[in-house]
Structure formats: C-alpha cells, structure tokens
C-alpha cells in the first residue's frame, strides 16, 4: 500500500534585500538614545571633576573615566547612524522594485514557477 501526502501551494518565498528595514528604525531610535545617555554620563563626569556637580556614580574603576562614557556615546551613535543609513537604503530599493510594471512581475513570477 502506498500513501502519498500532498500539501498546498505555500506562501513564495520573497527574494528582497532589506526585511528587516523597520527593526533597523527601531534599533536605530534605541541606540540614540543610548548615545544620549552615555554621553550625558560622560559630561557628569566632567563636571564632577571640575566641581560643578554633585558625586558621579561610578568613584573608582573603568566606568569613572569620562573618556569612557565620551567613546561609548561616539561608537553607539555610529552604530545608529549605520542602522538607520541601512533602513534607509533599503526604503529606496523598495520603492524601485513596487515601481516595476505589474507584467513584468507576474513574468518573473511565472519564470521562478516554472524553475522552482
């Protein structure tokens, strides 16, 4: 006796650069404002040190350097300036692929049918 199971056609696989555009934004917004509070840290630290302020946190070790929180606010915010540079990108490929004529995607549908 032999069985055969069929399944349905499934969902195509969709073949785009740039899925991930809109946790790139947000990854993005997040990690400004991560920048933002390492850099308000760093300038805590500048302050104390120049008697403007009250005791900084951190007394002793890495994280009372206010190079550190300076460095760390500069590397993040790069870090968000690429997400959102990426998020960016990938906008403007998307918006010139859904500019392509509604034929010639149904063609490309068809090709990638009959090679699947």
């Known amino acids: 006796m032999v069985v055969r199971v069929r399944f349905g ?3 195509l696989v969709e073949r785009r650069s740039g899925k991930n555009r809109g946790m ?23 302050a104390t040190d120049l008697d403007w302020a009250g ?13 550190v929180w300076v460095g760390a606010a500069a590397a ?6 690429r ?3 990426y ?6 490929e998307e918006t010139v692929i859904s500019t392509v004529p509604a034929e010639i995607t ?4 068809a090709t990638a049918d009959v090679h699947a």
């Open 76 to 81: 993040v915010q790069y870090g968000a300036w």
């Open 55 to 67: 005791d900084f946190v951190f007394r002793d070790g890495l994280l009372s350097h206010w190079q």
């Open 83 to 85: 997400l959102a540079g």
């Open 9 to 11: 056609q499934g969902p």
């Open 24 to 46: 790139a934004r947000l990854a993005s917004s997040v990690l400004t404002l991560v920048a933002l509070g390492c850099a308000s840290f760093g300038f805590w630290r500048v």
């Open 106 to 109: 149904e063609q490309l549908k």
């Open 87 to 92: 998020a960016r990108t990938s906008a403007v």
